[in-house]
């Protein structure tokens, strides 16, 4: 069983995951998540910018920071991808969420194939704000690409590297999706509780859409499909999904 953690100061908890990322957040009782979406990506240090005064301006300390999605120009290496998230969670760590170990916000990162940003940027984040007591549980699952988090190098891990072919594609869903089930159960969730559905890749889905990702309830709501690569060089598929009423274009 997956164990997660309390977040007091931002109204959630989170699944524990690598200094840059948890696995997912759920709003605690009392509170519910909220998700803007910018019509336009924006750059990181403006969408940060953008993200507090609108958490402010609704009430809430910088702390109910629950949730970020981004777009950066291209896959990284993995020192260059742990440099970018040791400038990313500065922000974090000044808003007093990251504590240099613990991460408790949720997070997808990935690479638009077409048209990317210069640098890295903003697509949406989320935070939570109060609720009724009988508001629906709301939750962000974090994006995952087809590799074990925490044992070793990317490289070493990926399931079925180099092989972009059908077979190959589809066991790289199989084990995204897992860990997309593993993470909703960490809220006693499931796909039926899920709003929306997101897939990043730049590979063909149909050869197995139906029976690896619609047989199991992962669309119902949908499945938004965006053409973009994983945030690391090698990783070919990745998901996040989550659970949310509010949500909001800017």
């Known amino acids: ?54 958490i402010q301006s609704a009430g809430r300390p910088l702390t109910a920071f629950c949730a970020c999605e981004l777009r950066s120009p291209a896959p990284f290496t993995e020192q260059g991808f742990r440099t970018f998230n040791e400038v990313y969670v500065g922000t974090l760590s000044n808003w007093g969420i990251f504590d240099g170990t613990t991460n408790p916000v949720a997070r997808s990162n990935v690479c638009p194939a077409i048209n990317p940003p210069a640098e890295p940027s903003f697509y949406a ?93 992962a669309v119902d709501a949908g499945l938004t499909w965006h053409y973009c690569r994983p945030p690391v060089v090698e990783l070919e598929f990745e998901m996040d999904c989550r659970g949310i009423t509010i949500e909001r274009a800017l």
């Open 1 to 54: 069983m997956t164990m997660t953690r309390e977040f007091a100061p931002g109204g959630y908890r989170f699944i524990p995951g690598p200094f840059q990322y948890s696995g997912g957040v759920a709003a605690l009782h009392g509170y519910q998540i909220q998700r803007m979406r910018f019509r336009r990506s924006v750059l990181l240090e403006r969408g940060f910018e953008m993200a507090a005064e609108i």
């Open 125 to 217: 984040f989320s935070f939570t704000i109060p609720a009724d007591a009988d508001a629906p549980k709301s939750f962000v699952i974090a994006g995952s690409g087809e590799a074990p988090e925490g044992q070793g190098s990317y490289r070493e891990r990926c399931v079925r590297r180099g092989d972009t072919s059908p077979e190959g594609m589809r066991e790289k869903a199989r084990f995204v999706l897992g860990e997309m089930e593993r993470r909703l159960g960490a809220f006693e969730a499931g796909w039926r509780d899920t709003t929306a559905t997101q897939v990043y890749t730049v590979h063909d889905l149909h050869p197995f859409l139906a029976d690896e990702i619609v047989r199991r309830g």
